[in-house]
């Protein structure tokens, strides 16, 4: 994990650095938009509190205390052990590591042709230009795992980090266990957002997938109709079967 000296007053905070780039390439579609919020709406993750977990979508990452301003911007990402934002006003402009003291666990690319060679590790780094995308995620944050998702055939890349190097991670069909947080990711096929086609979101250790809060509140609507159903055709079976008893005259002759 990342680590830095004790805090320095003299050092930027996200209020004083740039929170976006509209020159940085991989501007977000709508794919941008809809995919990083299926993940954050699934990522339910049991070994730490919801307050405790920071997800980040397409906000600036700054790693380097010695050039404040060099920083990245992943698609997604999750920080384990921090505290969430309580309060409006509080909510994070960008992801500064000074401050936070915490890398993150699990960085997500989702591939673009404009990005697709350096969320793959196949540039260099130029002369006095920042480190790539690659190297800080491996050897200056040295975060534990590092994604990238090509949703143009489907398929899920996943690198963990072993001492000093990202190695690539054999995936079964498509999915990765995180044993550390108890949570899974992978490729599921259906419908989020009215459109149909393969995303990324989580699953639990039972290897279901987590639903999302629309469709916990659809579950619990169905159930809530079926009860009722069940409810009324007990009703109307007791009825039923009151009006075909036979009734006692006043002399116990049946009528």
């Known amino acids: 994990m990342y680590k830095i000296d004790p805090y320095r007053a003299d050092l930027p905070t996200m209020y004083d650095l740039p929170s976006e780039d509209p020159e940085e390439p991989g501007l977000p579609d709508e794919f941008h938009g809809f995919q990083p919020q299926l993940l954050r709406e699934t ?6 509190p919801s307050d405790e977990i920071f997800i980040g979508t397409d906000i600036n990452l700054y790693y380097d205390v010695q050039h404040t301003l060099w920083h990245k911007r992943p698609d997604w990402f999750v920080v384990l052990g921090v505290p969430r934002a309580a309060r409006q006003e509080s909510l994070r402009w960008s992801y500064v590591i000074w401050q936070e003291r915490v890398s993150p666990f699990l960085v997500l690319e989702l591939l673009s042709p404009g990005t697709e060679f350096e969320d793959l590790g196949k540039t260099l780094r130029e002369a006095n230009q920042p480190p790539t ?5 491996e050897r200056i944050l040295r975060i534990p795992y590092y994604a990238i998702f090509d949703r143009y055939i489907n398929h899920l890349r996943v690198f963990r980090l072993v001492d000093t190097q990202y190695q690539k991670v054999d995936l079964q069909e498509q999915r990765l266990w995180l044993d550390e947080a108890q949570i899974g990711i992978g490729v599921w096929q259906g419908v989020y957002a009215g459109a149909e086609g393969n995303w990324l979101r989580c699953y639990n250790a ?27 055709q007990e009703s109307q079976t007791g009825q039923t079967r009151n009006l075909n008893e036979p009734t006692k005259s006043l002399n116990g002759q049946s009528v």
């Open 133 to 137: 995308k690659w190297e800080v995620y």
């Open 206 to 232: 039972s290897g279901h997938w987590i639903p999302t809060p629309t469709e916990s509140a659809g579950i619990a609507k169905r159930r809530a109709t079926q009860e009722q159903q069940r409810a009324d």
């Open 43 to 48: 990522f339910q993750c049991s070994t730490y």
